[in-house]
């Protein structure tokens, strides 16, 4: 079983600020199979990131991925207070999908 | 575009079986290389993968829970299902169903709005 590991727990800036949040596998990670997730309260999970770089429909530009083999991030440029979220990496590379512990984003 | 739709009871008493349905619409339920997948998150914490089914009929279960947990689906009413026996408090979460929406190995961007399951006598 794959362990992804979020860090920090939570982040605390400002509007127009740069959010780095990181995730951390406990085995490679092979064709980047990682995706990232906002989760506002009382919502589901909305994808953001898939292939660990690759934004998916409809996502603003702000949000990108990048990393390979164990370590991955999540960049938020320019925070707007929409943002907001508490953000949960995840890999499929393996059936037995997994996700991380979440990074909550306070701004 | 698929929607996804949770349904079951909100209560379940202790050493009970949770049951839990989730209904497709609005798309093909028997798609080439896809699964549907159960995922829960108790109060105020993360998201966990409980397991998934394919369309092959292969199904994958979280090691913690595996022993407890049966996923079904059936194609002719366009639903999968979940199961979990001998349920404590602890089961006690929001249950999301999801799939994805490409053949591609990809991960979940179709999900329901989720379901409360209480556990509690």
């Known amino acids: 079983e794959i362990v992804l590991t979020q860090s920090p727990g939570t982040l605390s800036l400002s509007p127009g600020e740069r959010a780095t949040l990181s995730c951390r596998a406990s085995?490679?990670?092979?064709?980047?199979?990682i995706a990232w997730y906002q989760q506002k309260p009382g919502q589901a999970p909305r994808l953001l990131i898939y292939?660990?770089?690759t934004t998916a429909t409809g996502i603003p530009d702000r949000f990108s991925g990048s990393g390979s083999g164990t370590d991955f991030t999540l960049t938020i440029s320019r925070l707007e207070p929409e943002d907001l979220a508490i953000y949960y990496c995840?890999?499929?590379?393996?059936?037995?999908?997994?996700f991380g512990q979440g990074t909550k984003l306070q701004i | 575009q698929l929607q996804l739709q949770e349904s079951g009871p909100g209560l379940v008493k202790p050493s009970e079986t949770l049951s839990l349905t989730c209904s497709v619409s609005?798309?093909?339920?028997?798609?080439?290389?896809?699964?549907w997948a159960w995922i829960r998150q108790p109060p105020g914490k993360g998201l966990e993968f409980i397991g998934s089914?394919?369309?092959?009929?292969?199904?994958y279960y979280s090691p913690p829970l595996e022993s407890r947990v049966t996923i079904s689906m059936d194609t002719s009413k366009s639903q999968f299902s979940l199961k979990v026996t001998s349920v404590t408090a602890a089961d006690t979460a929001v249950y999301f169903c999801?799939?994805?929406?490409?053949?591609?190995?990809?991960?979940?961007?179709?999900w329901g709005q989720g379901a409360l399951v209480t556990v509690s006598s």
């Open positions: 999801a799939t994805k929406s490409t053949s591609a190995n990809s991960p979940p961007d179709y």
């Open positions: 609005g798309g093909s339920f028997s798609r080439g290389n896809f699964y």
């Open positions: 089914i394919y369309n092959s009929g292969s199904t």
């Open positions: 085995q490679s990670i092979s064709s980047r199979y």
């Open positions: 292939g660990a770089s």
């Open positions: 995840q890999q499929y590379h393996s059936a037995l999908q997994s």
